[in-house]
């Protein structure tokens, strides 16, 4: 076997470009969120802008790389094995974690991630070792740990929170105060004093601050250093005088170009910041490896006090990071849907959300209702209604063409979230601190919601759900890292045999995750929700109800003819399964009728009154859906219980009836998806024989009761499962009058 060492090395390399493209798959959220929310800019060109920041943070990352080596862990009480065995661990618990994560389509923190799967394993590690020296005690442990700094770091990362909400939530304020909601009105001064703070406070967090990371920083550091001041001034001044000229002179949108070189400073504060999260642990393993094959000593004694010195960083190997983080940042199909959730929380109207309430988002809620009706009654009534206007917003024509992709928010709020999310991430990375980026800029940004009345009583208790999904997925991810980091380490120092395991583990935990969530997204793109803005015609309204009821067919369809052959072999985890089906479909249903408000304002005028016909099949389908959900929990339920099997004939007379209503259901999918609906009348028989069918089952079931059925679980069963038939045929069948009746009248 070659050198286990060397082969390790070659793991974390591999292991860091895979870590390179998942973590960019979260992170991405964090600086394309209000650039592609606003749709300020075209989504070609804020990659661009992002792409280009991004290969600038790159560069200036250095000197965050001390935090891998030695913010968490004191490498000289540890030997080389012990720190190889840590950073193994360390990344593969960071793949996995974050590639569950972005499955699921929730920003977490790298930085949380990294560093408390740091804190896991060495402590894991540490303890290890001192249960191997008989001269330590468990005391030892905070010789091994560097208490203080990694307090400090967790500290910050839970005061960002905080802070960023806080600041986001103010600065939007007086902004939108400032503002208002037509703000294409507001005078050329405001624009340009705006422009000016804005764009000064990039230029002088990201470029100034983040120079200090850099090998350029001494050549300039007497002119920089006891000049802040005079920098910032002159620095606004002439922002201000250029945001002038732009507003005025070329009457260009200031707003936009404050987004977009906030696009480009938040992701160069993003590469700067978190690149140390993807690469910091393999650049220290090779900075260990290349130390320790110079000194000739045993891997399980030579000490690594060595990683407590500062390193230069190669330049290489972090524009070589840059450019895969680029490179994902254009091809992950993951990283559009963490986007999604951080828009679906912060956007301005209504639609459909993604999160469901709970009782806590209903007390929060409450408990905010209850606080705005003691400031109203404070605040005099002249200055309620000055701020009131503020935050009216202006009635929007909508074009008659396809405006599918409104923006989620305006100019303002996004470039606020840019501007506030950069400095706060650019101060802490001036201050070699590991911010969670993703902690700042999702907090701006709720905070900013929040300021901006984009939570009214239609969607607040829906977003601040979504919040603390969010945030207690945070907390999730720091208890999940420090455990299972903790625990790999542990394995690996049982036996080195684990890393191939592992490793193996990794490569197909991340192909089936990858498979699902490819799945999911074509199952996503079948799913209508009726949230638009164009407008809908007769036409449109019978193309969009046959859709689904055509599909609700054919599933209904699968779904019983699994409940009946599942009963009849009693097999649970098959009905459990079916079950979830069943369920899945009532909720899509539920989520039809709830936008329905959006499907009635997206009629054209001509066209309202196909608003009662398509209130009325939604309401058929429900039906079917609901008795569909009756059966299915109803067998669940009796075979869950450990009752006695269905008869023989119960079984064949089921199995009958399931035969005919497959026929059924197929024609009624086959004539709605293809549109012809003149054949509408022939189901009507059909329904009448499959009636007649049911109604002989029953008498057969009452004779066996009066001759040999000894079982009243089975009668109660199977005479649910027959009513429960007949009312799903009825809901069918009033759907299909219904859409005959409405057919025909647009023919007149």
Known sequence: MGDPYLLMLVALAALAIVDLVVGVSNDAVNFLNSAIGSKAISVRNIMIIASVGVFFGAVSSSGMMEVARKGIFNPSMFAFQDVMFIFMAVMITDILLLDLFNSLGMPTSTTVSIVFELLGSAVVIAFIKIAQNETESINTIWEYINYDTATDIILGILLSVLVAFTVGAIVQYFSRLIYSFNFSNRPAYINSLFGGFAITA??????????????????????????????????????????????????????????????????????????????????AALNSYETWSASGLPAETFSMASLAAKVKSNVWLLLIAGLVMVITLWTSSKAKSVIETGINLSRQGEGHEKFRPNNVSRVVVRTAMFLNVGINFIIPEKTRAFIDSKFEKPTLELPKDNTDEMPAFDLVRAAVNLVMASVLISIATSMKLPLSTTYVTFMVAMGTSLADRAWGRESAVYRVAGVLNVIGGWFLTALVAFIAAGTVAYLIHLHIIFIPILLIIVAVLITKNSIAHRKKTQEIKHKTYIERSELITINGVIDESSGHVSEVASRIDKLYTNVVNDLANHDLNKLRKTDKHVEKLNDEIDDLKDNVFYFIKSLDDTSVNASKFYISILDYLQDAAQSISYISRASFKHVNNNHKNLKKGQIKDLKTTNNELTVILENISEIFENRKFDDLNQLLIQKRELIKNVSISIEKQVARIRSDETSPKNTTLYFSLLLETKDLMKALMNLLETYEEFYLSTKV
């Open 202 to 283: 990039i230029t002088y967090f990201i470029i100034i601050k983040g120079l200090k990371g850099t090998e350029f920083y001494g050549s300039i550091a007497p002119l920089m250093e006891g000049n802040t001041v005079t920098i910032i001034a002159l620095s606004f001044i002439v922002w201000t005088i250029l945001s002038y000229l732009i507003t005025k002179v070329f009457k260009l949108n200031i707003l936009v170009l404050i987004i977009g070189i906030g696009t480009f400073s938040l992701a160069m504060a993003f590469a700067g910041n978190d690149l140390v999260n993807f690469i910091g642990v393999p650049i």
